[in-house]
């Protein structure tokens, strides 16, 4: 049981009776106890850049700013976080990171197993006064005002500008920008989003990924409640849809889809989709949806040329409040040039580096810090490349898979492409779920753990399982 109490009455009392609404000062108890653990240059880098979200049933969950954060966090200072929060919540007290990036969140015991649906986790958006609060699942960080004009972006901005400022009335209706990943797509997107809520705060107006779309789609045919859904997102006043690529192979979705396009698009709604590529190219979506993505401004983005990725980089390190010379700036921008998620993830790393060794930001670390990035590139692996190569290496049909067959080598086929799936890409349990005809997250864990442990325990088993990863790592490269 708990009970709303002052904030400053809380403060004084003994830990392990908050109210849900405290987690701010739950929160505020946990730095105090790590900030008498740790140097104060850790604690600043570390530790005060992290925000409370809220506190449910001992467990808190905090946002932080990427996935790089939680890595360090949790490899650095795991026993100090364990610590602090059975300290101040109690013996079953939780952390739940939930990442501003990706909006993935990570349960501090069981890191990447456990992520949750990711969407659940955005703040509150109030909309118009006299319209039913609703989520627009729309990050304040993504503003136009911190997009960096480049070559590659010109007339996507240009076009997302327009439309921020008068959505729904420019010859941008769809507008689909597409290229390739870290390229600032969904900064892009929600900036628009940002800019219509802040001019017009009475619009509706609601962001979403393509997978999680799928997710509330299915949940409302589960719970017959596909009129209410549909009737949801026809009354926006602009719709925008990142990652619209993952429609394919989805019929149902992108039939209803279909129908919430016509509406809105006819009664003059700003539509707003991203895409890895563009609309002709989305092989196996339906032909109908591909031509009325063409109906409006197709602009693509292009990475960034050096003089842009140099003021990305001046910018971020503003933002994260570090000076560095013109060298390194320089030297960071000649050697990560394809990705601005990279050039983001440099300078964290950066910070992380000097602050753990309490060493200055100087070219020899900034050397040693990009080759790492260079090294640890990951390759963009998805779910169905894996259900393929694993499929066609057990000798088992792709499709049978993905249906509710029971067949022991379909099992067995199924149950390892759901494990690498979770090894190999950052997908959620729900997601990886969807790929294989819409099971429930439950039953990917079974999957994961039932192949985690014939790994551990047959030879044979293993060696497949490495012949796979290879086969799969490599097929991508
Ligand atoms: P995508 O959706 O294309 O994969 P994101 O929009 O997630 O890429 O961008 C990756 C990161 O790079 C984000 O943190 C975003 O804020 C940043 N970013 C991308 N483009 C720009 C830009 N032009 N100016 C400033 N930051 C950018
Ligand atoms: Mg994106």
């Not at 420019?170 to 797509?185: E, I, R």
Request: glycine content about 4%; proline content about 4%; some cysteine.
């Amino acid at each position: 049981m708990s009970v709303n109490v002052d904030n400053s009455i809380m403060q004084e009392n003994a830990p392990h009776d908050f109210s849900l609404n405290d987690y701010k000062v739950v929160w505020k108890q946990c730095l105090e106890f790590i900030k008498g653990n740790v140097p104060a240059l850790t604690y600043n880098t570390w530790f005060l850049p992290i925000k409370p979200i809220d506190f449910h049933s001992n467990t808190l969950r905090i946002e932080v700013p990427n996935n790089f954060f939680v890595e360090w966090i949790d490899e650095h200072y795991n026993t100090l976080i364990n610590r602090t929060i059975h300290q101040v919540i109690g013996e079953d007290a939780k952390l739940i990171y939930v990442i501003v990036d990706d909006k993935q969140p990570i349960i501090d015991d069981e890191p990447n197993l456990f992520s949750q649906p990711v969407e659940e986790d955005k703040p509150k958006e109030k909309q118009g006064s006299n319209e039913p609060e609703f989520e627009s699942f729309i990050n304040p960080r993504y503003k136009f005002e911190n997009f960096i004009k480049g070559e590659g972006n010109e007339l996507a901005r240009a076009a997302a500008f327009a439309i921020g400022e008068n959505p729904g009335a420019t010859s941008f209706n769809p507008l689909f920008v597409y290229g390739g990943v870290g390229l600032g797509k969904t900064h892009l997107i929600q900036a628009i989003g940002n800019k219509i809520i802040e001019k017009f705060p009475t619009k509706k107006v609601i962001y979403l990924s393509t997978e999680h779309f799928t997710v509330e789609f299915v949940d409302a045919i589960q719970n017959n409640t596909i009129n209410e859904f549909s009737a949801f997102y026809k009354s926006m006043d602009a719709l925008i849809i990142d990652d619209i690529q993952f429609l394919i192979g989805k019929e149902k979705t992108q039939d209803l889809f279909f129908h919430i396009f016509n509406t809105l698009h006819q009664s003059g709604k700003q539509i707003i989709l991203s895409s890895d590529k563009p609309p002709k190219d989305l092989k196996g979506l339906n032909e109908r949806l591909i031509s009325r993505f063409q109906w409006g401004l197709t602009a693509d983005i292009q990475p960034p040329d050096f003089e842009t990725r140099i003021a990305i980089l001046k910018n971020k390190a503003n933002n994260y409040g570090i000076t560095l010379s013109t060298e390194i700036f320089e030297f960071i921008a000649m050697n990560i040039t394809s990705n601005i998620r990279e050039l983001e993830g440099c300078l964290v790393k950066l910070l992380a580096n000097s602050s753990l060794s309490s060493k200055e930001i100087d070219l020899a670390l900034v050397k040693k810090t990009v080759k790492e990035i260079s090294t640890s590139r990951q390759v963009n692996i998805s779910i169905d490349y894996i259900t393929q190569i694993v499929c066609e290496y057990l000798k088992v049909d792709e499709n049978k898979v993905r249906e509710k067959n029971r067949k022991k080598e379909v099992v067995m086929a199924r149950q390892i492409a759901m494990y690498l799936s979770k090894k190999l890409t950052q997908s959620s349990l729900k997601t990886i779920g969807l790929h294989f005809g819409g099971r429930d997250h439950s039953t990917v864990i079974h999957a994961y753990n039932t192949i985690d442990e014939l790994v551990g325990n047959d030879i044979q088993i293993k060696d497949t399982l490495d012949s796979l990863r290879n086969k799969i790592e490599l097929g991508v490269a």
